[in-house]
């Protein structure tokens, strides 16, 4: 039926309490870094036009994506080999249902290109998420979207490994979802935030554990469910903003600025508001962790499907900012963003020191080829 109505699903059940993930420690440098959120003197001399200059020494163009993607699930990873960033699924330039692609892609950091990888098995999908725990690639979730229009949820939990670039299947998402925030606990488990299921959102939490390759359900998110919303986890902490609510209006869908905090301890979740975020809204930006931050790149303020006109019939257009929270300080800062404004995104990918933003869409709902990325530690260090 797609993204038409909102059909109300019951509270999951209590979780399981024997898969606590154990945190792995963060770099003392990121640590170091990250304190500058708690001082206000770190930015209160910072001028308009040396934010500008900041930012634009920050960010670095990679090489251009064999083709321009949009809504791919990224990922990247740390080996012995060195850095590799990959892109999977998304939408291509014609922003049409057949666009619609199960490509993947890597660059090897250093190389001047990026080359064509085993495909994503099945129909190409849009709205997944890709997460790394021990050096495989977890793509979850997502929708396909038939020639009629009619979109599906998918369960689908498939697993890369860049070693050998091959295929396996992970369990079955128990709810399926689209369009959620996930992020890795500890480095032992995906938690899977909210989102869209084939004819409405949800309020559930779903943990999967790939060293049993069990999903569990957690404690749900207390605000209005959303889809296209943006977040990380970071130690502890679940962190995510804005999303399109379902709302009885015309259009069907309006965005809900919001922000939320959910403490994990023993597989459930402690929520609460943050209130309102700086700046602009943040529908179908690009979430991830780094450091001991969340962090929260691009989007925009007026919700769409996938081909970037919005639900209201107006062309939506990306925003250029990059937000920080810190849950130690529970402070909100400004980073550095790249050089141009991008939606429609998934996920950054994090590996090697540096962060790595893929495919999207730019002003005028262009879909690019860009790939841009940061060292980190200047990421971190470009706090206004």
Known sequence: MGRFAAVPLPAPATPEADQVPSLIPTSLRFIAVCALLASSAACADTTGSERENRQGVVWRAGPALPQPITNNAVAAIESDLGVAVFSFLGLDSTKVWDGITNAAYR???????????AEVPGPGRLASTAQVIDGLIYLIGGYTVAADGQERSVPDVNVYDPASDSWSRGANIPLPTDDAVAGVWGDTAVVLVSGWHDDGNVPDVQIYYPSTDRWTSSTPIPGTPVFGHTGAVAGN????????????????FAIDRSSWRGDLSAGA????SLGDHPGPVLYRGAGGTVGTLAVFLGGCEN???????GYDGNPSDPVRQVLAYSPASGEWRHLAAPPLPSMDHRNLGVAGGNVFLVGGMHEGQEVTDNVWYAAAEALLASIF
Not at 237 to 252: E, K, L, Q
Not at 303 to 309: D, K, L, M
């Open 107 to 117: 660059w090897d950091v250093g190389s001047d290109a990026w080359i064509t990888v």
């Open 237 to 252: 902490s679940i962190i995510y903003v804005d999303g399109a609510a379902v709302v009885d209006d015309d259009p069907r």
């Open 269 to 272: 979740i402690e929520w609460r």
């Open 303 to 309: 919700p769409y499907n996938y081909n970037g006109i």
